[in-house]
């Protein structure tokens, strides 16, 4: 749904799209409510010609008005003045990305760093099938970077890093991504079966992002909207968006877009997640909560038992103490995972008493 920006108002628009300026647009929007911003914000190319190829035929590059700046202070008044707004629109744990070319990036990134951005990481988009230069004067530009960082140095910004280790196959997620630029199928025509938009982002670049720095149910903010890339991953992935474009063709393209979008189902949503970003559920809850019972008797792989304490502690012959210091007593190691070494017996079968704490965590949800 598209919506007319209105300064001043205080009620956010989720799962909508803005129509008019950013800088306007975002006045209207409340302090502190948006949990992520994606911007694509002008290249500022400062293209002097039409391009083409060596059979002389014209390059679809970006010549559009709104790339279009008088001078590198305009296009630098402009940056500080978007990212002002972006700024105080952040949760303070927020966090916002940033895409760019070598034209506009290094002075956006200044830009970041003076209005107290802070830079978390910057990510090398590697483009499997770039565009080449046709010229033969220049290296072919076969990447972009992306700027990560948060609204302030101490902020406890979210970053799911098992959820993006799994997407690698195991491995940790570097700071190269490697995916091609938008062809095919996913690049929108409009009615004369051109490029909807010459800078359309590739649907598995913003699903990496949400993914990773992202929860379902996030507010997800973009100023510089195009055709609705952010706003149809956010969608699928069931995180709300905010839009913003002032160009009235690009808003047709993206309303009739997010229409096609299906939301996925709340089991899909689920991401990996770093246990130490899990709930923590102490022993002595199991035993409060009457999942074991003071007595009960625990045994570990070996055998060997201990009996449970109503404090949530356990004791075996003559060693008391916490399920992981008895652990690693009976075992005559430093130290021991009480939670995956310890079993308790129900109906004939041992059972670990991690299940027990997994059953706390689902409630904790």
């Known amino acids: ?55 002389n035929s014209r390059v679809d590059a970006v010549d559009d008005a709104w790339d279009q700046f008088s001078s590198f202070a305009a296009y630098d008044r402009f940056t500080h003045a978007w990212l002002a707004e972006a700024r105080r629109l952040l949760k303070p744990d927020a966090a916002i990305w940033v895409i760019g070319s070598y034209h506009n990036i290094f002075r956006v990134g200044a830009a970041m760093q003076d209005a107290g951005f802070w830079v978390l990481n910057d990510v090398v ?56 630029i938008c062809t095919g199928h996913e690049r929108l025509k409009d009615a004369n079966g051109d490029k909807a ?21 996030d507010v997800v903010l973009d100023p510089f909207f195009g055709t609705g890339t952010t706003g149809a991953v956010a969608r699928m992935l069931g995180r709300n968006f905010v839009g913003i474009e002032r160009e009235a063709a690009y808003r047709e393209a993206a309303e ?14 689920e991401v990996s997640v770093s246990k130490r970003a899990e709930p923590r559920v102490p022993f002595g809850q199991l035993v409060e909560r009457g999942l074991l019972r003071p007595g009960e008797v625990l045994v570990n792989p070996r055998g060997q038992t201990a009996k449970v304490r109503a404090d949530g502690t356990l004791i075996a012959d003559d060693v008391k103490g916490s399920i992981h210091q008895v652990g690693a007593a009976l075992e005559r190691a430093p130290s021991c995972n009480g939670w995956t070494y310890w079993m308790f017996r129900r109906e004939g079968q041992q059972i670990p008493i991690d299940v027990l704490r997994q059953q706390i965590r689902s409630e904790m949800r």
């Not at 409340?30 to 914000?41: E, G, K, Q, R, T």
């Not at 982002?201 to 149910?217: D, F, Y």
């Not at 009739?256 to 949503?269: F, G, H, I, T």
Request: charged share 25%.
């Open 256 to 269: 009739a877009r997010l229409k096609r979008v299906r939301k996925l189902d709340a089991e899909a949503l």
């Open 197 to 217: 938009h010459p800078t359309q982002k590739p649907e598995a670049l913003l699903h990496r992002v949400l993914i990773g720095t992202t929860n379902p149910g």
């Open 125 to 180: 988009w590697r483009k499997s099938n770039p565009m080449p230069n046709f010229r033969g004067k220049r290296l072919t530009n076969a990447h972009e970077t992306l700027i990560w960082a948060s609204k302030s140095e101490g902020a406890k910004y979210t970053f799911n890093y098992e959820a993006l280790k799994a997407l690698n196959e195991g491995v940790q997620m570097r700071s190269d991504w490697v995916l091609p």
């Open 1 to 55: 749904m598209t919506r007319r920006a209105t300064p001043g108002a205080s009620e956010l628009p989720l799962n909508s799209i803005l129509a008019g300026d950013c800088i306007e647009a975002m006045k209207g929007l409340p302090d502190a409510s948006v949990d992520l911003i994606f911007a694509d914000p002008p290249y500022n190319l400062q293209l002097k010609g039409e391009l083409h190829r060596p059979d």
